[in-house]
């Protein structure tokens, strides 16, 4: 596809840049939200870095992680939006982050039991701005490593997942044996957004010198199916 600088040859002119095929990236705008402390930014790592964090401090505003994933032969951009649980540091974002979200999940800590308490309030703010319903939405329980500790029983949480139509996921951010949980919550809202066929394509990547892309690669072993 790539032609020689200067042409000659007998060569065809190589394609006018203008004109450069493009790519087009569908993006997923994921929040994360939930008390301070409960661990939203290590399961952010973790989905996005394969790592837990040695050290974190509270998050100020958002930090932004992506992780570009396939499902069924199309490339997807997963936008995560690791947002601060804490009031002080999060209230001149809000407005920001629930802005044309697409999908959201609420994190609590096991071993809190007012982080699932207060889930309550995370919901009523998400439905206080606009989010429309048909926005997927998961409950997350984190810190199942620290089995001597848990406070929140897992029906009483399976109850409240139902009572809301969220799915439920329990994992560990830590634990390494649970990362494959970690990044089946955020592909199970990535299928689900797929399967929406009415998105639209927030994003054109242009990928020159790669030919025309339009046809998604597809895997061969059919990978990536929904885990959920
Ligand atoms: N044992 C255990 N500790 C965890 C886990 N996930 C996070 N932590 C710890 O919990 C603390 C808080 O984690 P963060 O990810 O910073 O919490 P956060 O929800 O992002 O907090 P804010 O940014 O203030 O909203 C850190 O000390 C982490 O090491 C986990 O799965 N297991
Ligand atoms: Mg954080």
Not at 11 to 29: A, C, H, N, W
Not at 30 to 52: A, M, P, Q, W
Not at 91 to 119: G, I, Q, W
Not at 218 to 226: I, S, T, V
């Amino acid at each position: 596809m790539a032609a020689a600088a200067g042409g000659g040859g007998g060569r065809p002119p190589g394609p006018d840049s203008s004109l450069e095929p493009y790519v087009q990236t569908r993006i997923f705008k994921i929040i994360v939200i939930g008390d301070s402390n409960v661990g939203k930014t290590c399961l952010t790592f973790r989905f996005c870095g394969g790592t837990f964090p040695d050290k974190t401090e509270a998050t100020i505003g958002v930090d932004f992680r992506e992780k570009t994933v396939e499902i069924e032969g199309e490339r997807i951009k997963v936008q995560v939006w690791d947002t601060a649980g804490q009031e002080r540091f999060r209230k001149s974002m809000v407005e920001h982050y629930y802005r044309n979200v697409h999908a959201v999940v609420f994190v609590y800590d096991v071993t809190k039991m007012t982080s699932f308490t207060n889930l309550k309030m995370w919901i009523e703010e998400c439905n206080g701005h606009a989010v429309p319903p048909l926005v997927p939405k998961v409950l997350v329980g984190n810190k199942c490593d620290l089995k001597d500790l848990i406070q929140v029983p897992s029906s009483m949480a399976l109850k409240f997942a139902d009572a809301h139509n969220m799915l439920l996921f329990e994992t560990s951010a830590k634990d390494p044996k649970e990362s494959q949980n970690v990044e089946s919550i955020f592909m199970c809202l990535a299928c689900r957004l797929k399967a929406q066929k009415s998105l639209l394509y927030r994003d054109v990547e242009r990928r020159p010198g790669r030919g025309h892309r339009l046809e998604l690669t597809r895997d061969a072993n059919g990978k990536n199916a929904c885990p959920c």
